[in-house]
């Protein structure tokens, strides 16, 4: 029995040692693969780091698509690369003082400092077409509010006098005499002659449209629940909008 227990003992130290050991194999492949991965990492530091824990500066952009799309992707805190912003406003001076001018005698006299400088930087810009006669028309009618503008499907063309011209088509815009399709028309005062518009071009002659509907408005003294605060910053509004159109930006009824 002494002699089968220690058989038992000596075979059982065996194979401790042999488990022993596979432990170490083991331990020492996990060693292997952790330091072929991290020097293979384009974003892991090839070189010592410096005493106190710094790293040595590296010149050059290290990170490759596919590292900067895992970390995109990774649960960081936004906040700290995309600051937060919020729409701010402040009133120029020089204008809000020429508006408040303005405003204690209002006139449509385009040669006044508040209205002739949103001519020139508004008005003028927005209301320019390659046919620059039309266009002059198209103002005249505008500053006169004897400028109509109907969608092209309202009225049949069998109905229209007949008198009219239609000048452009459903297919060519009469202001920029560009193929477009133009699903509105204008009448300039007691002409009977219709001009279709393309989309964009409707878009810049409303926007002047209702910059001096507004301004007629305080001029003739129907403003009544707003401020001059209030007024002030609904006609920056109008310019703005004005602007956008000039530049392109426009809004489609779909």
């Not at 530091?45 to 290290?62: A, Y």
């Not at 649960?75 to 020089?94: F, G, M, N, R, T």
């Not at 129907?222 to 401020?227: E, N, T």
Request: proline share 5%; hydrophobic share 35%; with cysteine.
């Amino acid at each position: 029995m002494v002699r089968e227990a220690n058989v038992k003992q000596a075979t059982a130290e065996k194979q401790l040692k042999e488990a022993q050991g596979k432990i170490d194999v083991l331990q020492a492949e996990v060693a292997a693969l952790k330091t072929l991965v991290l020097s293979s990492s384009p974003t892991s530091p090839t070189q010592e780091p410096l005493p106190g824990g710094k790293t040595p500066f590296k010149r050059g952009h290290t990170r490759n698509k596919s590292t900067s799309s895992a970390m995109s992707g990774s649960h960081q805190d936004l906040s700290v690369i995309q600051p937060i912003v919020k729409d701010c406003k402040e009133a120029d001076l020089s204008l809000y003082n020429e508006f408040r001018s303005w405003k204690d005698d209002p006139t449509m006299d385009r040669s006044c400092p508040f209205l002739d400088k949103i001519y020139q930087e508004d008005i003028f810009p927005c209301l320019t077409f390659s046919k620059s006669e039309l266009a002059s028309a198209v103002l005249e009618a505008v500053e006169n509010n004897t400028l109509s503008i109907e969608p092209v499907g309202l009225q049949p063309v069998r109905f229209v006098k007949a008198s009219a011209v239609e000048c452009g088509g459903p297919k060519k815009c009469a202001l920029t005499g560009q193929s477009k399709s133009c699903k509105h028309r204008i009448k300039l005062g007691d002409s009977s002659n219709y001009y279709y518009i393309s989309p964009f071009c409707r878009y810049r002659i409303t926007s002047v449209c209702n910059f001096f509907t507004y301004i007629r408005y305080i001029q003739q003294g129907l403003v009544k629940q707003q401020d001059v605060d209030q007024m002030f910053w609904e006609v920056m509004q109008l310019r703005k909008e004005m602007s956008l159109a000039k530049l392109g930006y426009f809004k489609e009824e779909l």
